[in-house]
């Protein structure tokens, strides 16, 4: 059993919670067509701080890890061709 420190997670915390306060910065910001790829980027480093702190995924066995990535890919396909309908849509 892995037994993270509260001094680990309660940065893992603050890092959420200034993530947090970019996420809502972000938000003002015009960037253009950026704007979708910065709050994925965002997104997705919260996402992994949280499945590898508060989840334990890094010190899983090779099969939940193996799952859990082939999840990702396939939701990152999917993802993609929502993109690719919303680009040539009306063309």
């Known amino acids: ?4 420190s ?7 915390l603050a890092a959420l919670l200034v993530l947090t306060g970019v996420t809502v910065a972000a938000s003002y910001v015009d960037l253009g067509p ?6 994925l980027m965002i ?19 090779r099969l939940v890890v193996a799952s859990f ?3 990702v890919f396939f939701l990152a396909i ?3 061709f929502t993109f690719w309908d919303v680009a ?3 063309q």
Do not use: D, P, Q
């Not at 509260?6 to 893992?12: D, F, K, Q, S, T």
């Not at 950026?34 to 709050?39: E, K, R, S």
């Not at 480093?45 to 995924?57: E, G, N, P, R």
């Open 78 to 80: 999917m993802i993609g």
């Open 1 to 4: 059993m892995h037994i993270a």
């Open 34 to 39: 950026l704007n979708v790829w910065v709050a």
């Open 69 to 71: 990535l082939s999840t």
């Open 6 to 12: 509260y001094g680990r997670l309660m940065a893992v």
């Open 43 to 61: 997104a997705s480093t919260k996402a992994s701080l949280v499945l590898l702190f508060f989840m334990h995924i890094g010190v899983e066995g």
């Open 88 to 90: 040539f849509r009306g």
